[in-house]
């Protein structure tokens, strides 16, 4: 069974700092991993989505890398905003349809 | 376009009672799955519907989870006698295709508490 691990559980930050968030994983044969974030009482909104062939994707501040080989993935959002407090989440695609969450890292951004 | 709903957002039942929770995909959408989410961790895996067949309930957690999706839209996850394990978060996702390339689609989740 695929273990999706995330550190840190929690991380808070002053604005404007870079923020750096780490997935790994313990199948490296994937199809495709993918970041989440979810707010409170809120459901999951997808922010990248890596391929398996894909290194890296960008989306403005954000870019997320893919490295199958060592079964890692990292987030860097860039001159983080209070806007970005929230919960994310990485997920794993292993099989053909089943998405394997990790059980988050909570961003608080100081303003 | 409209996303996935789900419906109630928030549930409340008492030790023993039956659930329903219902969840609208995104129309078109051959495939619905439904996660559970415990308070602190993330999403986990409970079935998977192919339009209105549903290949795979292995993470369906007892056999008071039933699933069904019979026309292959309009889906409803039942608890029967629910019991205080089974509060959760309770998510839908859809999407327009089947297999890995497809992109999954969440809805904003049903809160069930059992007191």
């Known amino acids: 069974k695929q273990e999706v691990t995330q550190i840190p559980a929690a991380l808070s930050v002053p604005e404007g700092e870079n923020l750096v968030l780490n997935c790994s994983f313990t199948?490296?044969?994937?199809?495709?991993l993918q970041w989440f974030r979810q707010d409170p009482g809120k459901g999951l909104t997808s922010l990248l989505l890596i391929q398996s062939s894909q290194r890296e994707q960008t989306s403005g501040r954000l870019n997320a890398s893919l490295d199958k080989s060592s079964g890692r993935s990292t987030l860097y959002i860039a001159a983080s905003q209070p806007g970005d407090s929230a919960t994310y989440l990485c997920?794993?695609?292993?099989?053909?349809?089943?998405?394997?969450f990790g059980a988050g890292t909570t961003v608080t951004v100081r303003a | 376009g409209a996303g996935v709903s789900q419906s109630p957002r928030y549930k409340v039942a008492k030790r023993g009672q039956d659930v329903a929770l219902r969840c609208d995909p995104i129309?078109?959408?051959?495939?619905l799955f439904w996660y559970q989410q415990a308070l602190g961790q993330g999403p986990e895996f409970l079935t998977y519907f192919q339009n209105e067949a549903q290949l795979d309930k292995s993470g369906l957690p007892s056999d008071r989870f039933f699933a069904e999706r019979p026309e292959g839209s309009v889906s409803t996850l039942k608890i029967q006698r629910t019991q205080q394990e089974d509060s959760a978060v309770y998510l839908c996702?859809?999407?327009?295709?089947?297999?890995?390339?497809?992109?999954?689609?969440f809805g904003p989740g049903t809160r069930l508490t059992v007191t």
């Open positions: 996702a859809s999407s327009v295709g089947s297999g890995a390339p497809y992109e999954q689609y």
């Open positions: 129309s078109g959408h051959v495939s």
């Open positions: 199948d490296s044969a994937i199809y495709n």
């Open positions: 997920a794993s695609r292993p099989g053909d349809y089943k998405l394997s």
